[in-house]
């Protein structure tokens, strides 16, 4: 069986955090993601703004083992702008470059539900026409009880991947810590997972 080469060794553990940020809440979410990767030995966690994106971004996307995929809720839905990035994904789609890599997503909106789900559920299929293995959240639902609060992690009980809630008349600097930390335990968990699935 023919060796990998070291830079090939080191892109098989490279976790992408692919996201569009309106107001700043979701490019938040995207740091958090980005630092609980990159806290695991081994790993090297990368951020790309779809809004920025060139052709040697998109050769590292081809490259890398794992895609987290974030987007604010609007209207029920990805962004446009990420959803134009996800119609662009058409020609790795075609090629299947992204075929066995591993994938999960984060959302936000203003609203506590805000049909966050419906975003999520779009990032999985969007992610399964790739071929990509869905990475779920591992986190029971938090805030569920009366000794739960705001506080706890998973607060809104997501399982698909990280929903987090921003106020609408708030920047990015108010968000919840507890969703924060749902994000960064999503990064450490996609890292672990790209160890588990590149170390044999």
């Given amino acids: 069986m023919r060796e990998m080469s070291e830079n090939q060794m080191n892109e098989n553990r490279v976790v ?3 996201y569009y940020s309106g107001y700043g809440h979701t ?3 995207a740091n958090a993601v980005w630092a609980g990767a990159n806290a695991q030995a ?4 990368r951020l790309y703004d779809v809004t920025a994106l060139d052709e040697n971004d998109w050769a590292e996307l081809d490259a890398a083992a794992a895609i987290v995929f974030g987007t604010p ?4 839905s990805a962004a446009a702008k990420f959803k134009a ?20 997503g984060f959302t936000c909106s203003a609203a506590q539900a805000g049909d966050k789900q419906n ?9 399964c026409q790739h071929g990509m293995i869905w990475v779920g959240l591992d986190l029971l639902a938090g805030h569920n009880s009366s000794r739960g609060s705001a506080d706890d992690l998973n ?6 991947g990280v929903m987090a809630q921003a106020n609408a008349d708030e920047g990015a600097a108010a968000m919840r810590v507890s969703d924060l930390e749902t994000a960064h335990h999503l990064g450490a968990r996609m890292a672990a ?3 588990r699935l590149n170390d044999h």
């Fill in 27 to 29: 490019a938040r979410l």
């Fill in 42 to 45: 081994g790993v090297e966690a």
């Fill in 85 to 104: 990035f996800m119609e662009e994904s058409s020609k790795c789609w075609f090629a299947r470059r992204w075929r066995d890599k591993l994938a999960a």
């Fill in 193 to 195: 997972q790209t160890l």
């Fill in 155 to 160: 607060r809104l009980g997501a399982s698909l």
């Fill in 119 to 127: 975003t999520l559920a779009q990032l999985v299929t969007f992610a």
């Fill in 16 to 18: 992408a955090i692919v």
């Fill in 73 to 76: 809720t609007y209207m029920g």
